[in-house]
Nanobody, 122 residues
């Protein structure tokens, strides 16, 4: 069983930056695929980025060049550095984990955090 706890959300002006953190329980964190998703009001949960244990990363086209996913296996933590934020980035951001090589399908992830709100003002 894996438990995930996100932090770092908040209110920021357009063009600003935020760094989200997701702390995971369990000793096998390093073997898990870790993903970030977001859900805006009235919209479906959308893929943002994924980090595989071997270092491979994937990004949604909408965040490429602005967001960076990274992980610290010693701290059982995955991060999402968000730069050049836009109002359309406003959403609840969720951390997700799975033991398989999942990428952007939220139904393939078995473990989820509670979410953290990110609001970008124009």
């Amino acid at each position: 069983q894996v438990q995930l706890v996100e932090s770092g959300g908040g209110l920021v002006q357009a063009g600003g930056s935020l760094r989200l953190s997701c702390a995971a329980s369990g000793r096998t964190f390093r073997s898990y695929a870790m993903g970030w998703f977001r859900q805006a009001p009235g919209k479906e949960r959308a893929f943002v980025a994924t980090s595989w244990s071997g270092g491979t990363t994937y990004y949604a086209d909408s965040v490429k060049g602005r967001f960076t996913i990274s992980r610290d296996n010693a701290k059982n933590t995955v991060y999402l550095q968000m730069n050049s934020l836009k109002p359309e980035d406003t959403a609840v951001y969720y951390c997700a984990a799975d033991r398989s090589l999942v990428i952007n399908d939220p139904t393939k992830y078995n473990y989820w955090g509670q979410g953290t709100q990110v609001t970008v003002s124009s």
